[in-house]
């Protein structure tokens, strides 16, 4: 079946730096685009960046970019996020989601979603 | 582009009409396929978001026919038409006409 696991969060003193993963399986990875969204504890969701099926565009909110970096290893079918300079306002649970795609490969929201891992910045 | 959702906090009684408003500051309406980029999304308490409308009123596949998706442009709803106990949920509007891509605040949904 079609899945995302992500993996890599935890406890991070601030100033230090993490990398998230999320592990693709059931379908063609190397076809999809993949987003990052994060959700602060009690808080709504935020978009955090998105990269091309083939890695050619990475794009990031403003809040993120600069110590942010997404990037995707499509022969491992897993999507990655590098967060350096963590700071107590990147606390959240981190999902990586699926771009849809219809028929006709034209893109359309987050299809498929992982359970999410949780980063806590505290010294 | 910023989304903004009414109300934050909705109560229906079951059976009855629940209706959530989005209204984004700039169209999402792109012009070459006549698609607003405009998504829905149901998220219930320790899971993560579903999705439930694509292109303001596609209906995602399994998503019960209650659930409908309206609006163009810069004005958009959702409309549970006949609230169920299991739709009780925050729902998040989402933008993916341009990036950065943008949420709504959310609207709680809860039973009268």
Redesign the interface.
């Known amino acids: 079946q079609v899945q995302l696991v992500e993996s890599g969060g935890g406890v991070v003193q601030p100033g230090r730096s993490l990398r998230l993963s999320c592990a693709a399986s059931g379908f063609t990875f190397s076809s999809y685009g993949m987003h990052w969204v994060r959700q602060a504890p009690g808080k709504g969701l935020e978009w955090v960046a998105v990269i091309w099926y083939d890695g050619s565009e990475k794009y990031y909110a403003d809040s993120v970019k600069g110590r942010f970096t997404v990037s995707r290893d499509n022969s491992k079918n897993t999507l990655y996020l590098r967060i350096n300079s963590l700071r107590a306002e990147d606390t959240a649970v981190y999902y990586c989601a699926r771009v849809g795609r219809d028929g006709y490969n034209y893109d359309y929201g987050m299809d498929v979603w992982g359970q999410g891992t949780t980063v806590t910045v505290s010294s | 582009i910023v989304m903004t959702q009414s109300p934050d906090s909705l109560a229906v009684s079951l059976g009855e009409r629940a209706t959530i408003n989005c209204k984004s500051s700039q169209s999402v309406l792109y012009s070459s396929?006549n698609?607003n980029?405009l998504?829905w999304?149901q998220?219930k308490p320790r899971q993560?978001?579903?999705?439930l409308i694509?292109?303001a009123s596609?209906r995602?596949s399994g998503v019960p026919d209650r659930f409908n998706g309206s609006g163009s442009g810069t004005d958009f709803t959702l409309t549970i038409s006949s609230l169920q106990a299991e739709d009780v949920a925050?729902y998040?509007c989402?933008q993916?006409y341009s990036?950065?891509?943008?949420?709504?605040?959310?609207t709680k949904l809860e039973i009268k």
């Open positions: 396929n698609n980029y998504a999304y998220q993560p978001p579903k999705l694509y292109w596609t995602e925050v998040y989402h993916d990036v950065p891509n943008s949420f709504g605040q959310g």
